[in-house]
């Protein structure tokens, strides 16, 4: 899969989106998922997995219907990546 944004990895079956997020503090962790559950209330599309721990959030990002990831789920992966500061290059 082509253009993905920084520090995503396409994996599985059905086809998705994954990244795992690391934070120094559970505070950071806190923060991050408080922002993202504002994004995707924002944006209306919400990720099929989210596991986390104390320093850590895994994201699963899967197309509605099955199909590989494609715009939308790319572009949701580089919003949730800015809100870590990561930029995608």
Known sequence: MADLPQ???AR???????RRFEFE???ETRAFLDALAALT????VHPQNISF???YVNITLESED???PGSVERDIAAR???LTGT???
């Open 7 to 9: 520090g995503w990895d």
């Open 12 to 18: 599985g079956r059905p086809p998705a989106l994954f």
């Open 25 to 27: 503090h559970y505070g």
């Open 41 to 44: 209330e924002e944006v209306g």
């Open 53 to 55: 721990g104390t320093t």
């Open 66 to 68: 099955g199909s590989e």
């Open 80 to 82: 949730i990546n800015a």
């Open 87 to 89: 930029a995608d290059t």
